[in-house]
């Protein structure tokens, strides 16, 4: 174990996630346990990311480990708010890029809360803002809020996940626009990236290094990450 890493934290983690044959649509003999797994909305992107994670966790080893101990009475809760909603699991690590799950952070722009909602956003979406009862930093509210912008992401841009994540930080006025300047007809995350802030291309990249790590907790203390081995067997 990593010092400072607390046996609780890492117990969330393992039943958030689970045995990692589980979250695979492979049949659990078939997957090789020395490979790093990806969560089963993430695995078609591993061949484009997998650099990106293997550097993200050396680089970000201490940070990634406060984050899930900071993490350790969120993410418990936010699964639930997805799952009773029928949103991905990996949307729980939102409001860890968002805000290192913290309730007052501000952003330079007036962002406020957990999941950083603008005001005009969170009124959208059902959350009364302003003074004392600000419930953007109200989890739960919180929480319930960007379940449905996720969802009505999701149903706009064909249930493609990243491009989703996309929308939540910098906007789906900026996703669509780098649509139609990629020219092409069914894009995705890879086809546009070039087209989105740098901010956003970066936000995308720790929300999928988030969820692989997470998925991979017990390889990752142990610094056993191998990107080099097969998924499978």
Known sequence: FIVGFTTSAKSLIETRFGNASAITDE?????NPLSVIYPANLQRYRAKSKDYVESFS???????????????????????????????????MIPALESQFNSWAISPAGAVGYYQFMGELAREYGLHIGGKGDERKNFTKSTIAASKFFKDQLSYFNNDLLLSVAS?????????????????????FWDIKRYLPFETRKFVMDFIAFNVIATNYDKFLNNQLDFNEPPFI
């Open 27 to 31: 049949p659990a003999a078939a997957v």
């Open 168 to 188: 939540y930080n910098c906007g789906p006025g900026r996703v669509k626009l780098a649509i139609k300047r990629s020219r092409r007809t069914d894009p995705d």
């Open 58 to 92: 050396k680089k970000k080893r201490e940070y990634i480990i406060y984050i899930f101990e900071k993490g350790e009475n969120y993410l418990s809760r936010a699964a639930a708010i997805l799952d009773e909603r029928g949103m991905p699991a990996e949307l729980e």
